[in-house]
């Protein structure tokens, strides 16, 4: 009776435990982003208003991204922007993260419709090992009597924003029917939300 009770316990623990977590993970990550912004802010109204109200910071953080991204859909705003963008590029040292996060920013935006063509299994890193990766782009190695046809593979090593880009030839790709949000997904899910059977297409879809 003990032993029956104990393994209904567990099983009833270990069922709350793995409802808990994500909760509790989602949760601690919402409080260190609503901190971090609100800090950001925090100091400027403080040193108007003398007072500190609690999440001032993190409110005007999204009024401001908002506001941003409305005047950033009209000519003027767009016109706005790229000035302010140019003024970045010109920055010396400056320049180079901010180009470089944009990309990788970009790469992931659901809107951009050229970064990611294709969600893919490569065959890497070596003969008989596959991975999840994200057909970028085509180039050719060429040399004096031929020329090798290649795909470029950014394959998600951390997570999703870290990873290597790989070069592979035709025969080391299979395209699947995943359709990129859905292998963004699958990517940050650790594979868990892919499904149990994937469609292996011939060819790239153009």
Same mark, same amino acid.
């Given at each position: ?8 316990? /567990? ?90 996060? /944009? ?13 990611? /063509? ?87 879809? /153009?």
């Amino acid at each position: 009776m003990l032993v029956k009770a104990s393994n209904i316990f /567990k099983r009833k623990f270990l069922a709350g435990l793995f409802i808990t977590i994500p909760a509790v993970i989602s949760i601690s990550v919402l409080l260190i982003l609503f901190n971090f912004v609100d800090g950001i802010l925090r100091p400027l109204f403080y040193l108007f208003w003398g007072v500190y109200i609690p999440g001032i910071g993190f409110l005007s953080a999204l009024i401001i991204v908002f506001f941003i991204g409305v005047i950033s859909t009209n000519v003027f705003g767009k016109t706005i922007l790229g000035y302010i963008e140019r003024f970045f590029l010109a920055i010396p040292v400056f320049k180079s993260i901010y180009s470089a996060v /944009k990309q990788l920013v970009n790469a992931f935006s659901p809107e951009n419709k050229s970064s990611f /063509k294709k969600f893919v299994i490569a065959e890497y890193p070596r003969k008989g090992i596959y991975a999840f990766g994200f057909l970028t782009t085509e180039c050719s190695i060429s040399t004096n009597d031929s020329s090798l046809a290649m795909k470029t593979v950014y394959i998600p090593t951390n997570n999703l924003y870290l990873g290597e880009i790989v070069l592979l030839d035709e025969r080391s790709i299979i395209y699947t029917d995943i359709p990129i949000e859905d292998g963004i997904k699958i990517i940050l899910s650790g594979g868990i939300a892919a499904p149990q059977i994937i469609m292996a297409t011939q060819q790239e879809n /153009k």
